[in-house]
C-alpha cells in the first residue's frame, strides 16, 4: 500500500545552460513504482 505522494517544481538542464521547471510527481515509500514527470513551456516564467 502507497503511503502518500510527493509533488514538486525541479529544475533541469535545458538548451544552452538554460534551467527549465518541471513538475514532478511519485509516491513516497520503499516500492519501485514509476513517477511522472511534465515539462511544459511558460513564455516570460
Same mark, same amino acid.
Given at each position: 500500500?502507497? =503511503? $502518500?505522494?510527493? #509533488?514538486?517544481? %525541479? +529544475? %533541469? $538542464? +535545458? !538548451?544552452? &545552460? =538554460?534551467? %527549465?521547471? #518541471?513538475?514532478? #510527481?511519485?509516491?513516497? &515509500?520503499?516500492?519501485? *513504482?514509476? +513517477? *511522472?514527470?511534465?515539462? !511544459? !513551456?511558460?513564455? $516570460?516564467?
Amino acid at each position: 500500500m502507497l =503511503e $502518500g505522494m510527493l #509533488a514538486e517544481t %525541479i +529544475g %533541469i $538542464g +535545458g !538548451h544552452n &545552460g =538554460e534551467t %527549465i521547471q #518541471a513538475y514532478y #510527481a511519485r509516491p513516497v &515509500g520503499a516500492a519501485q *513504482v514509476t +513517477g *511522472v514527470m511534465v515539462l !511544459h !513551456h511558460r513564455p $516570460g516564467w
